[in-house]
């Protein structure tokens, strides 16, 4: 009766059970992960192709020019790693899919490691095409007086806005790599942490 009543009872002999928890959390993570994948896969492939596709001719007295992506190299080093960023992530879009529908959401610290290192190689690579790509349309937009570069974006308005376009999709899926490489580390380093207590939920 007093046990029924809750007197008498205390903290350290009330049965806790982290199972369920641990599991709900698994799935959280995962579903996660899912969502920022297609994110990434989504926003990488249609940054590659508004850049890839962009193309204006100007005509300048009786010489006709046309602006493409591969006059800039900064441009198609953005669409090369955002096209290897959009098949990165199909792939392990899939392998969430099956994880998923499986229910397994152990993995093995092999995998954990490779998924955790083509992660960070994936958000470094990004950030360093965006970084490149912006310079060069900085330049593109503004010019540069001291070394006599005119203002490019002043013939080739509908060219540069759709680089722009491009531009911003892959700062939002480069942001998406960011935040899914700090999810990739830590599922990697509790794999490492669950082994302290034995008693614990397997992570």
Known sequence: MMSYLGVGVSPGNVPVHH?????VF????????LILRCVICILALLASLLIASDTQVKKIFSIQKKAQFTDMKSL???VIANGIAAAYSVVHVLR???SM???SVIFSKPLAWAIFSG??????????AIASALQ????????EPTLQWMK???????FCNQVGEGLASAVIASLAMVILSAISAFSLFRLYGGNKDKNTARW
């Not at 698994?26 to 992960?33: A, I, K, P, S, T």
């Not at 490019?152 to 509908?158: A, E, I, L």
């Open 96 to 98: 969430c899919i099956v």
């Open 101 to 103: 529908v499986k229910g």
């Open 136 to 143: 060069g349309a900085l330049f593109a937009k503004l010019g």
């Open 19 to 23: 199972g369920s928890g641990v599991k």
């Open 76 to 78: 198609v080093f953005l």
């Open 119 to 128: 992660d960070q190689i994936m958000a470094y690579l990004s950030l360093a």
């Open 26 to 33: 698994e799935r959280r993570v995962r579903l996660g992960e």
């Open 152 to 158: 490019v974006c002043t013939m080739y308005g509908k």
